[in-house]
């Protein structure tokens, strides 16, 4: 290649991988908020999965679960792990329904015999007096939790549910942890927003693993292939 | 004799393959000292494919109704299926690396000038798959039903809806905007109705027509013969040394390169999938609730931002739709039959000033619409019209300078 050729493909091939890092690794123009999690329960989110109980095989995720079905389950729903708020849960038609129109959860592997995932506009259906309630006493209905922690991330859950008013003054959401254990008790309601939506280590295991196999395999063919080539151009008087 | 070799025997004395694969792979050449931006045409395919295999697995899923999308998309795919999340990262990853794709396709064919005769049909025809990619882009955007694909849904189908600005024949206009949303979102507000829409066009009518274009692309690019970086038109029987053949020259080459464009690209899918897949969109579409900031893909933020740096909507729009069609009459801007920015100095400065104005426009796009922003987003505007409305003069001096250095009719 030419000097003047060096320079062009600097010029040409170096704005074009900046261009595309700023799009899609980081751009530095554009303002994100960003929110931390206190360093004393960081570990609690970090893995939702790990046992707190040997003996029964406890998970954070699972007290979390039942964190969220006492304090959370009164106003909202979390329909991709089977929880419905309070008063349909507590409706005995509801079983009837979850039976009829729903499916056993079923996530990254793992059959939840006893949690149905019921289609929103039969929940919603059923649902529509409670849900009504809620909206003309909040201003609106309580979201389904289902993918918030996809949508918000953990800091800002975190500090959010720790004191709503702080990060969205004006929100009819209540702080509902208090006392010495409110960080921990709301680090492990995050924690199991975590473990619906995050595949488990293993799994997330198995994926890494594929990844680096799909991607060595075409890096290593790509070479093979470059290798044949100047063999086969070699043999037909091209080089 | 083997089995193998006796079938093949069988199919090609009824088929004649050898032949077909003859002509079509070893007699066919191309010039020896294509660079490497050429590969960019064979990405784009490798991508197209990708995104119709991926697409099929999702359509199995997928439900097309209000209630229904965004839990199939979310809950079903990602969760339910086995591999369903692989197949929807490859499906997001494939839209934006085939939008990347075309526009560095597009960019090497403005570069090389491989718009000028006898290649204009090409152009045009690739344009149109431009276009057509576009749509489906939008539509399929739409289709997760998340907070990000209603309002961005919403917003785009109101840009055209700004023509109701007009300074003059305000009724008429009028009319006009009201036409094309309503065709655009099938109907005043966003139903089932619309989303069926959407989804048809998404998965059968969009691809059909994209196939259709590609295979007239493709045959456009053999019966004119691919473009030469050099930019002169080499005589395939007079310098045969100027050329290869396709097969195995090329077909290694590309070959090679389409794995390591392969290998980056299953990074993203298995490993950085945040920006295909955004955060906000994980949110369920709520017409109630509109988000701060709604802007389009980053694939369209150029001329979203040259929309929005115009004070009137009407004439804001008019810009938007004069740059796509600056793109389709690039062959008669750029007249003089001088190619390639290799031997065009002036255009090769003039490109320099485009792509950076355009890249700049994308980047101003992403950020918040301050003042500043706006202004900024004027003067990269004038210079990627510059650009364009610069084309006749350019060629116009430098087929001066090519004449009077003696050089002959092309």
Known sequence: ?239 | MGLIQRIIDWIDERAHVRELYKSLMIDYKVPKNLTFPYVFGVFALVTFVIQIVSGMVLLLYYKPSIADAFDSATYTIMGEIPFGWLFRHIHATGANFFMAIIYLHMFTGIYYNAYKKPRELVWIVGWLIYLVLILTALSGYLLPWGQLSYWGFIVTTEIPGSLADAPIFKDFFKAIAETIVLWMKGGYVVTDITLGRVFGSHVLIYPLLLLALVGVHLYLVRAAGISNPDGIEYDKKKHPDKFVPFHPYMTLKEGAYTMWYLAIFFFFVFFHISHFLPPDNFEPANPLKTPAHIAPEWYLLAFYEVFRSIPSKFWGFVAFSALLLFLLILPVLDWSPLKSARRRPLFFVAFLAFMYGSMALTILGSMEPTPLNAKLGMIFGAVVFGFFLSLPIISFIEYGWYKAKGGKEQ
């Open chain 1, 1 to 239: 290649m030419t000097p003047w050729g060096v320079i062009k493909t600097i010029i040409f091939g170096g704005s074009t991988l900046v261009f595309f890092f700023i799009l899609w690794f980081y751009n530095p123009f554009k303002h994100v908020e960003h929110y931390e999690v206190d360093e004393e329960v960081k570990e609690i989110i970090e893995n939702p999965w790990k046992k707190v109980d040997e003996k029964s095989g406890k998970t954070i995720a699972d007290e979390g679960r039942e964190l969220f079905i006492q304090r959370c389950a009164g106003c909202h729903s979390l329909r991709y792990d089977g929880i419905y708020v309070a008063p349909v849960q507590a409706d005995p038609r509801w079983k009837k329904v979850e039976q009829a129109a729903g499916r056993p959860v079923y996530r990254f592997g793992v059959l939840y015999k006893d949690r149905f995932f019921v289609p929103r506009d039969v929940y919603e259906a059923f649902a529509h007096e409670v849900l009504e309630s809620f909206k003309s006493s909040f201003g609106q209905v309580p979201p389904d939790l289902s993918t918030i922690y996809l949508a918000r991330g953990e800091g800002y859950l975190y500090r959010f549910i720790l004191n709503p008013n702080e990060i969205l003054p004006g929100t009819s959401m209540p702080p509902v942890f208090a006392g010495p254990s409110a960080k921990e008790e709301t680090a492990k309601v995050v924690a199991y927003l975590k473990s619906v939506n995050t595949p488990p280590p293993q799994e997330q295991t198995k994926r890494a693993i594929m990844g680096v196999a799909v991607i060595l395999y075409f890096v290593i063919f790509g070479a093979l292939f470059w290798r044949y080539r100047e063999v086969v151009l070699r043999r037909l008087g091209y080089h």
